[in-house]
């Protein structure tokens, strides 16, 4: 297991994103499977499925597939529930396709847990921003369409 994963994380490192793509999706595909025969050390198994798949959403956010990044993303939430960074990126693609209120609250959720996360702090202050011009933004058009 820990070649698999190292291979793929060394890949991912060195920039070389389509062969770390595939070794992150190889590893995911042969070792999550695997999972319940790992008994005590499923825990540490449990980080190292949390970074493959914050790892490989990432590869698919450089990608601009974010729907596949966000699918990795939650999937790295099923397996460690306290992964700051995971909380951050799905945040990241919400703000992004413009759901504001669900970038608000996976930003809220990476600060809880990393509490001196700046990045995740001034983001979330973007997307408080970003979401009130939205909501003012449709009072208005809602405004012009009532006096209509």
């Given at each position: 297991?820990?070649?698999d994963y190292n291979q793929a994380n060394l890949l991912f490192t060195n920039g070389q994103r389509q062969?770390?793509?595939?070794?992150?999706?190889?590893?995911?595909?042969?070792?999550?499977?695997?999972?319940?025969?790992?008994?005590?050390?499923?825990?540490?198994?449990?980080?190292?499925?949390?970074?493959?798949?914050?790892?490989?959403?990432?590869?698919?956010?450089?990608?601009?597939?974010?729907?596949?990044?966000?699918?990795?993303?939650?999937?790295?939430?099923?397996?460690?529930?306290?992964?700051?960074?995971?909380?951050?990126?799905?945040?990241?693609?919400?703000?992004?396709?413009?759901?504001?209120?669900?970038?608000?609250?996976?930003?809220?959720?990476?600060?809880?847990?990393?509490?001196?996360?700046?990045?995740?702090?001034?983001?979330?202050?973007?997307?408080?921003?970003?979401?009130?011009?939205?909501?003012?933004?449709?009072?208005?058009?809602?405004?012009?369409?009532a006096l209509s």
């Open positions: 297991m820990d070649e062969a770390a793509l595939d070794s992150y999706t190889a590893f995911l595909d042969k070792w999550e499977p695997q999972r319940d025969a790992f008994g005590d050390t499923v825990n540490s198994y449990n980080k190292k499925l949390a970074i493959a798949y914050n790892n490989r959403g990432q590869l698919h956010y450089l990608n601009v597939d974010f729907y596949l990044a966000m699918e990795d993303y939650s999937q790295a939430l099923k397996y460690n529930q306290h992964f700051a960074v995971a909380y951050y990126n799905r945040g990241q693609i919400h703000y992004r396709l413009g759901s504001y209120q669900l970038a608000i609250q996976d930003l809220q959720r990476a600060l809880a847990i990393e509490p001196n996360f700046e990045d995740a702090r001034s983001n979330l202050m973007q997307a408080r921003q970003d979401l009130e011009l939205q909501l003012q933004g449709k009072s208005s058009s809602d405004t012009i369409n």
